[in-house]
């Protein structure tokens, strides 16, 4: 399966190879390991003293300085990003799971309260629904952690699931 950020990676390797570095008498310039310049965010840079005395170099230098380092992580920086798609795309899985397993859950909670009830109340002779207002008050709290837990697994079913 491709990553989304597969374009990435193939820009990166179509790319002169790291590393890069700014270039050691004019930080302004880009260059690769062999001393290639790659960019210049100066460009003459110095021969024009008119340009140069109102130009930001510092600003210049930083940027050059920023574009080697973003090219050396780069190929770091995919792999990473590859990685944090791959773990999450397992913790959707995960969680799709879980909530599959949860549901199930509720439904064998909810029929235990419901046989809870028939026991520990009378039942209507008609519908054999339990009168809870008949509930054995020894049985009471236990009915009310039947409920508690109830109530936390449909909150948890509840929250909205993570976008896909």
């Known amino acids: 399966m491709g990553s989304r950020f597969s374009f990435l990676r193939d820009l990166e390797r179509e790319a002169t190879p790291v590393p890069w570095a700014t270039h050691l008498v004019d930080d302004t310039t880009v260059v690769a390991d062999d001393g290639t310049t790659i960019a210049e965010t100066f460009p003459n840079g110095g021969l024009d003293d008119d340009v140069d005395f109102f130009s930001p170099v510092e600003r210049h230098e930083a940027d050059a300085c920023f574009i080697a380092a973003m090219r050396n992580a780069m190929p770091g920086l995919i792999d990473e990003l590859d990685r944090i798609e791959r773990d999450l795309a397992s913790a959707r899985a995960e969680n799709d799971k879980l909530r599959a397993a949860l549901a199930q859950a509720r439904q064998f909670v909810s029929d235990d309260l419901r046989g809870t009830l028939e026991c520990v109340c009378r039942l209507d002779p008609d519908t054999l629904a339990p009168f809870e207002s008949t509930i054995d008050p020894a049985e009471a709290p ?4 039947i409920r ?5 697994i449909d909150a948890a079913l509840a929250e909205k699931e993570p976008a896909k």
């Open 142 to 145: 236990h009915v009310e952690r």
């Open 148 to 152: 508690n837990v109830l109530s936390e």
